[in-house]
């Protein structure tokens, strides 16, 4: 029998943490965060660094900030998932309540529709772990039966079963199977290792009988750790009681050389691990998680129902429960001390303040605190009406407690008393009236204060007896002394307090307007100031230097709280702690640095560094964190991975390494990081071919649109502000050639383009000749109009009427007539050397027309000529000699013949921008009976009437306007319907040509 050491539990102060409190090194997980469900049963961590939980409804793939989740619906044969295991081909096994398997392999989920071979994989009872051997069978083991499934590399399943052995087992000598295996190895040899309830038992192949090694223990559960140390929980029965033991092993069995087992007085013993810094972590379902160091106990964690540990590439520690979802434990908290707000009544603690001599003094604004030499000593003054958020200790070691707005109080010969870590209070004293904020000059001989608009100065060994003021018209902000020893008062402007006397400060005049929020002194020649939460800037020598411009990494929220220790300045918002090495390197022109610590605070409320460490104080508590572990200020790189990519917006593609396109296109990457930590993540990227330099930023994607033919790569790496670049990751695009693109392309392009050069050539001088046939028909058809308005018949008319009226002794009838025939010959002539004429002018020489007319057959006929409103007789211009046939026409063949007198209406209406419709009616005979009438002689007036339709057809082509004309009857059925000519005619305006 091992002599054992048994390590007795002696609940200490921070021995025991109870994670129901607020805590900024646990982060805890629950559905809240995205879980999938606080049913967790173990945390397991990918070859690509990935983490998944195995829950009651399903799994989840975790990257830090983002979680994917796989269920059923995605292929899964069960939703309760219990155990999760990563082979050598990358598969990631998923141990299923059911008792099937299913993995994860590039993306898919496999399951007997996909991979039948995992039909073949089902057994009583899930299994719950398997071991991949040398050559790369993985055996499929711990069911709680005497099975073990082998599948080969060729995905072939044979299943074998062991031969039983009976086991007597507890006080009650219970027998049970014997032969059920809890861990499964090889040894240096390729021995197979059988740890079993019976013992430890070794075999060649599973095919025949194993033999014993060693039956002294009773394997529970045996862990393996990644340096190759075997922790092996075991039973052992003394005196008819059971206890169960932790026995650490060196090699591949149990050798003479072992440490000490560990007693924990419990059989629910779940995972346990040996982290990078040789802590030991135990998992038990009943008595929460252990942290052992050399079998001392460090830390015990409240967890209920805990299950599975590990440790990631980035030193965290995850614990998964069955009740409360997945805590993630952050390395640092046991190198850091942090004091709970349990140990304060539940409350945060509100401000710092140095000690004198030793220790930092700290409120939760209740009470007054005192922590000197790691012992926390309380005093139990408090007031009812105020609460406490400023300290200060006086130089006679006295302490100024109140809360800012409000009175103060001093307290004198104050004590300690050892034994009960109390703060005793001799004399207390209050402030006759409020004050805002208290502070004293570098050498605590000064003390001031102010409220709105009045500067107290008070005497340090009578603070609250003799007591002086300076009334400033202006509110003031702020007060603080300067790196020479001088008050500064912050109003709407700055003043410097000389000779008892408030005068402006030029030093900070470019502040005027401004609230400094906070102030420190960096040495005798250099003060930092803080601009209203978002600009530091440094003072030295009168010299104003921007820090915050200095700085590669912005700061997203309000700068609450600054301190400085050597050449370290400490910066802090609501959430986080900034740590700035060598702040005034940026006096002399060298770059500044500024780097998270890696821990979310809740409510950071001050931070003052003391005693060789940074305290934080917070909702969460009071932290202390070591000076020489925030110059170990280092972290992993975060690993950048693609999580998706769209081609043309509608296409994932699945290949994550290369892809190949033709004509036009638009990648979309979408990336993210595996990164486990608080700091934010920082991208750079490139497109190799594309893009000359590296693009740095926090976005998480990008587009790159209508890529050139070529070869690309697109490169991602990732950092955080406290670690180096990642390894780049890369994905690959080749653009190719689309079939214009090739030389061959061209010269067929070329030729198409001289064939097109020549016919568009050769139609053009088609166009031409044809346009000069109609250029031909036109002054043709021009000229046999103007003979038709110049017919001979209509000239010895006139003449006749012109002698008719000299032989009837009638000169003025003779001579007006020969005038306007004389004018009609002008206007005809006239109208043949323009191809469009003024509206105006074409029904002047109409009208000059039907007056000869008129003349000669005795005012036989009246006319009339109307105008739409739309029709603008100055600016239309129409085609000439278009009109005049028709009413030549209407007088000769419908008004000649007439018994009574006859009647001309010529009407103009627009019928669109482009064209304008010209009615002509008579009341003469009409269509028919003027034919009756009609002689062979009068068969130019027919003629010109189709060479003006024929004219008018050429001009609407030419114009490239739809023309018409339409004839009918005005009155059909009366006795004389007369006739109606409808033309509808091309415009234009302004010049007249065509």
């Keep these: 029998m091992i002599k054992t050491l048994v390590v007795f539990f002696t609940i200490i102060f921070l021995a025991s943490i109870k994670l129901l409190a607020q805590n900024p090194y646990i982060q805890h997980y629950t559905t809240n965060d995205g879980l999938p469900s606080n049913m967790v049963y173990q945390v397991y961590q990918d070859s690509h660094k990935f983490i998944w939980f195995a829950t009651d409804a399903g799994v989840a793939r975790f990257d830090g900030s983002r979680f994917v989740y796989y269920r059923k619906q995605d292929g899964l044969a069960c939703n309760d998932v219990v155990r999760i295991k990563e082979d050598s081909f990358g598969r990631i096994w998923f141990f299923n309540l059911n008792a099937t398997l299913n993995f994860y392999y590039k993306g898919i989920i496999y399951n007997p529709g996909n991979a039948p071979y995992l039909d073949s994989l089902k057994s009583k009872e899930f299994f719950r772990d398997f071991y991949e051997d040398t050559d790369k069978n993985i055996h499929f083991y711990y069911n709680h039966q005497r099975e073990i499934f082998t599948l080969n590399s060729k995905n072939q399943v044979t299943k074998f079963i062991l031969p039983s052995i009976n086991f007597t087992v507890g006080k009650y000598k219970e027998i049970i199977e014997g032969m059920v295996i809890r861990y499964l190895s090889q040894d240096s040899e390729g021995m197979y290792l059988l740890w079993t309830i019976a013992g430890l038992y070794t075999q060649k192949t599973f095919d025949v009988n194993p033999r014993s090694v060693s039956g002294e223990y009773n394997y529970k559960s045996i862990f393996k750790t990644t340096k190759g140390v075997y922790y092996a929980v075991v039973s052992e029965t003394a005196n008819n009681s059971e206890r169960f033991l932790l026995i650490r092993c060196i090699g591949d069995t149990i050798t003479d050389e072992r440490l000490h087992p560990i007693s924990l007085n419990t059989a629910f013993i779940n995972s346990v691990i040996e982290d990078v810094g040789g802590l030991l972590w135990i998992s038990t379902f009943d008595k929460g998680i252990f942290c052992f160091k050399d079998n001392s106990l460090l830390r015990q964690f409240d967890i209920k129902e805990a299950q599975a540990i590990i440790q990631d590439h980035e030193k965290n520690v995850w614990i998964t429960s069955l009740k409360d979802g997945v805590y993630k434990i952050c390395p640092n908290i046991i190198q850091h001390t942090h004091y709970e707000n349990g140990n304060f009544g539940g409350k945060g603690i509100l401000v710092l303040a140095d000690h004198l001599k030793n220790g930092i ?512 007789e100055d600016e239309v211009l129409i085609p000439s000699m278009i009109i005049q046939p028709f009413v030549e026409n209407a007088i000769w063949h419908g008004i000649s013949t007439l018994k009574g007198r006859g009647m001309i209406r010529i009407s103009f209406a627009m019928q669109s921008p482009k ?80």
């Design 361 to 872: 003094w700290f409120t939760n604004g209740e009470k007054i605190y005192l922590l000197q030499n790691e012992k926390i000593y309380t005093s139990d003054f408090s007031y009812s009406k105020y609460s406490f958020n400023q300290i200060l200790h006086l130089r006679d070691n006295s302490l100024l407690v109140g809360e800012k707005n409000i009175k103060q109080f001093i307290f004198e010969n104050i004590k300690l008393d050892e034994l009960k870590r109390a703060i005793e209070i001799g004399k207390s004293s209050i402030s006759p009236k409020p004050f805002k904020r208290i502070v004293s000059n570098l050498t605590k001989d000064k003390l001031n204060c102010f409220n709105s608009y009045q500067l107290y100065i008070l005497d340090p060994d009578k603070s609250f007896v003799s007591v002086k003021y300076k009334t400033l018209d202006e509110r003031i902000y702020n007060i603080y002394y300067n790196y020479e020893n001088e008050l500064i008062v912050n109003a709407k402007k700055n003043y410097i307090y000389r000779n008892d006397s408030l005068l402006v400060y030029p030093d900070l005049s470019c502040f005027d307007n401004k609230i400094i929020t906070d102030h420190l002194n960096i040495n005798e020649s250099t003060d930092l100031i803080n601009i209203e939460g978002d600009s530091l800037f440094l003072l030295n020598n009168r010299q104003l230097y921007n820090l915050t411009s200095a700085y590669g990494l912005p700061i997203d929220k309000e700068i609450k709280y600054m301190d400085y220790h050597q050449s370290t300045l400490f910066i802090a918002t609501s959430q986080n702690v900034y740590v700035c090495e060598n702040p005034l390197n940026i006096i002399n022109g060298k770059p500044v640095n500024l780097n998270p610590i890696d821990i979310n605070f809740r409510n950071i409320n001050d931070i003052i560094f003391s005693n060789n460490q940074l305290y934080v104080a917070s909702d969460d508590g009071l932290t202390a964190i070591p000076y020489p572990e925030i110059q170990k200020n280092t972290s992993n790189s975060p690993i950048p991975y693609f999580q998706s990519i769209w081609i043309n917006d509608n296409n994932e593609v699945d290949n994550l390494q290369n892809i190949s396109l033709t004509g036009r296109n638009r990648i979309h990457f979408i990336f993210n990081s595996i990164n486990y930590s608080t700091s934010p993540v920082i991208f750079s990227y490139m497109l190799v071919g594309s893009d000359d330099k590296w693009t740095v930023g926090s976005g998480t994607d990008v587009v790159y649109q209508n890529l050139p033919r070529g070869e690309y790569v697109f490169r991602l790496k990732a950092r955080k502000p406290t670690s180096p670049w990642s390894k780049s990751i890369e994905y690959r695009i080749t653009i190719k050639a689309t079939i214009w693109q090739h030389p061959l392309f061209y010269a067929f392009l070329a030729v198409c383009i001289v064939g097109l050069i020549f016919m568009f050539a050769l139609r053009r001088k088609n166009l031409q000749l044809k346009r000069r046939e109609t250029d031909h028909q036109m002054i043709t058809l021009e000229q046999k109009a103007l003979q038709s308005m110049m017919n001979p018949h209509f000239i010895f008319n006139a003449l006749g009427s012109i002698q008719y009226y000299l032989l009837q002794n009638k000169p003025a009838e003779a001579g007006l007539y020969l005038s306007q025939f004389a004018r009609l010959i002008r206007q005809n002539l006239s109208a043949i050397d323009s191809a469009l004429i003024n509206l105006e002018e074409e029904t002047d020489r109409l009208k000059n027309y039907m007056d000869l007319e008129k003349l000669r057959m005795e005012d036989k006929f009246y006319y009339t000529i109307e105008f739409d409103k739309d029709v603008d």
């Design 915 to 994: 064209t304008i419709k010209i009615s002509i009616e008579d009341n003469g005979v009409g269509i028919k009976q003027a034919g009756a009438y009609s002689s062979s002689g009068e068969n130019h007036l027919h003629m010109g009437m189709a060479m003006t339709q024929k004219r008018l057809e050429i001009i609407g082509k030419r114009m490239n306007i739809q023309t018409s004309v339409t004839i009918s009857e005005t009155s059909p059925g009366s006795l004389n319907p007369g006739t109606r000519v409808v033309l509808l005619v091309p415009v234009s305006y302004g010049k007249a040509t065509m």
